[in-house]
């Protein structure tokens, strides 16, 4: 099975420049974990993770008065927090090699990228177990 049958397609990205409060926003709006990130032209540059972010606003959930330089950090851009470079993987790769790169990676999803590095989705350990489910009921 190839990744791109897995994969949920046109996923919902964030700017390097953008906030990381704006990335936090659509995590929680959204319900997902895990955010490609792109650059101006739309090129894949980073992931970033809920525990990318969880570093920034963690402190204040410890802390509601946090100092002023913390609040700071709020209005910081992604690319401060996220991973770079991306590990990716390609459209036409089999699904059993993303399982084995995020288990070597400990990461929960992997942007999805065709033959010219451009991204088309993102593939999440949700979606390997729902495969596996399916095999399993079958």
């Not at 390097?16 to 792109?38: F, G, K, Q, Y």
């Amino acid at each position: 099975m190839q990744v791109s049958e897995l994969m949920t397609a046109d996923p919902i990205v964030v700017s390097s420049d953008d906030s990381i409060v704006t990335a936090i926003d659509l995590m929680h709006e959204h319900n997902i974990r895990h955010l490609p990130v792109i650059d101006d032209e739309g090129t894949l540059v980073g992931m970033l993770s809920d525990r990318d972010a969880r570093s920034v606003y963690l402190p204040y959930l410890r802390e509601p008065e946090a100092p002023e330089g913390g609040r700071r950090r709020l209005g910081e851009p992604v690319l401060t927090f996220m991973t770079s470079p991306p590990i990716a993987v390609d459209i036409e790769s089999d699904a059993s090699l993303a399982a084995e790169m995020m288990i070597e990676h400990r990461v929960g999803s992997l942007p999805v990228v065709d033959a010219d590095g451009a991204l088309v989705g993102i593939l999440s350990y949700v979606d390997l177990l729902r495969h596996y489910a399916r095999l399993s009921a079958d």
